[in-house]
């Protein structure tokens, strides 16, 4: 406990109880936090001195309001390309494939940050790009984690129009891709934005479970042969969670039904 103060410490200590509990009592604190009841009494009325925590009419404690302006503080400066950029270029470096990161805006996928290969044949996509949710890997991830009522919203309105050979363009299709995807975790296309061309893509959550954003890799077709997906899918995956454990996300644990 060097270079720490023993009382911001313990302090601290009462706090995090509140991340498994809703409300406590002093006597509940007490007995949790194994601190003396002096010493729980004198910290918990400094806490609710400075808005820490709230008590209610039963005499049971909660986190106070003012977690909530530092937690959207918090959200909101968090600048996810700066976040995302040296995930983005271990993922390059790893895979030797062009790497985007993109956001939902409306009906659409936009693309706020891209890495480029040294491969002489690559695709030439830029920073702005606008796609549709339901063509290509990375634009898809964000439809098949989007809210299931704003999905299926979308889903009833959109006319799949043909953009490339692979786009996909009936709606029947489309339910089952994306219900692969959400299983697998990953989304993958083959000539739906620009012939001859492939993606693999999975989402990025923030701190409240919400998809926030998609990376993936792309390349031309040739080099995403059926045998290295796995290892892809791997990859991309791992950087998707790296970037969204930076935004604070929890990933659920296997057989909660948390989303």
Same mark, same amino acid.
């Given at each position: 406990?060097?270079?720490?103060?023993?009382?911001?410490?313990?302090?601290? %200590?009462?706090?995090?109880?509140?991340?498994?509990?809703?409300?406590?009592?002093?006597?509940?604190?007490?007995?949790?936090?194994?601190?003396?009841?002096?010493?729980?009494?004198?910290?918990?009325?400094?806490?609710?001195?400075?808005?820490?925590?709230?008590?209610?009419?039963?005499?049971?404690?909660?986190?106070?309001?003012?977690?909530?302006?530092?937690?959207?503080?918090?959200?909101?400066?968090? %600048?996810?390309?700066?976040?995302?950029?040296?995930?983005?270029?271990?993922?390059?470096?790893?895979?030797? +494939?062009? !790497?985007?990161?993109?956001?939902?805006?409306?009906?659409?996928?936009?693309?706020?940050?891209?890495?480029?290969?040294?491969?002489?044949?690559?695709?030439?996509? /830029?920073?702005?790009?606008?796609?549709?949710? *339901?063509?290509?890997?990375?634009?898809?991830?964000?439809?098949?984690?989007?809210?299931?009522?704003?999905?299926?919203? *979308?889903?009833?309105? !959109?006319?799949?129009?043909?953009?490339?050979?692979?786009?996909?363009?009936?709606?029947?299709?489309?339910?089952?891709?994306?219900?692969?995807?959400?299983? /697998?975790?990953?989304?993958?296309?083959?000539?739906?934005?620009?012939? *001859?061309?492939?993606?693999?893509?999975?989402?990025?959550?923030?701190?409240?479970?919400?998809?926030?954003?998609?990376?993936?890799?792309?390349?031309?077709?040739?080099?995403?042969?059926?045998?290295?997906?796995?290892?892809?899918?791997? %990859?991309?995956?791992?950087?998707?969670? +790296?970037?969204?454990?930076?935004?604070?996300?929890?990933?659920? !644990?296997?057989?909660?039904?948390?989303?």
């Amino acid at each position: 406990m060097q270079n720490k103060n023993k009382t911001v410490v313990k302090s601290m %200590d009462l706090l995090n109880l509140f991340l498994s509990h809703t409300k406590l009592n002093l006597n509940e604190m007490i007995q949790l936090s194994g601190i003396p009841k002096t010493s729980v009494h004198r910290m918990v009325g400094s806490l609710e001195d400075m808005g820490f925590l709230q008590r209610d009419h039963e005499g049971k404690y909660a986190l106070g309001l003012v977690f909530l302006q530092f937690g959207n503080l918090v959200a909101e400066r968090l %600048d996810i390309r700066n976040i995302a950029l040296p995930i983005m270029r271990e993922l390059r470096e790893r895979v030797g +494939e062009a !790497v985007h990161l993109v956001v939902k805006d409306g009906r659409e996928s936009i693309y706020i940050e891209k890495l480029d290969t040294d491969h002489p044949v690559r695709l030439y996509t /830029k920073i702005g790009r606008r796609s549709p949710l *339901y063509a290509g890997a990375c634009s898809r991830i964000l439809l098949a984690f989007m809210d299931e009522t704003e999905r299926e919203q *979308y889903l009833s309105e !959109v006319e799949l129009l043909p953009i490339g050979n692979g786009t996909i363009t009936a709606k029947e299709k489309l339910r089952a891709v994306l219900e692969t995807s959400r299983k /697998k975790g990953y989304s993958f296309s083959l000539s739906e934005l620009e012939n *001859y061309t492939a993606e693999l893509a999975a989402p990025i959550f923030d701190h409240n479970g919400r998809l926030t954003a998609g990376i993936s890799v792309a390349g031309p077709e040739v080099r995403f042969h059926k045998d290295r997906l796995p290892e892809l899918a791997e %990859d991309v995956m791992r950087a998707a969670n +790296e970037i969204s454990h930076m935004l604070g996300w929890i990933e659920p !644990v296997a057989g909660s039904t948390a989303g």
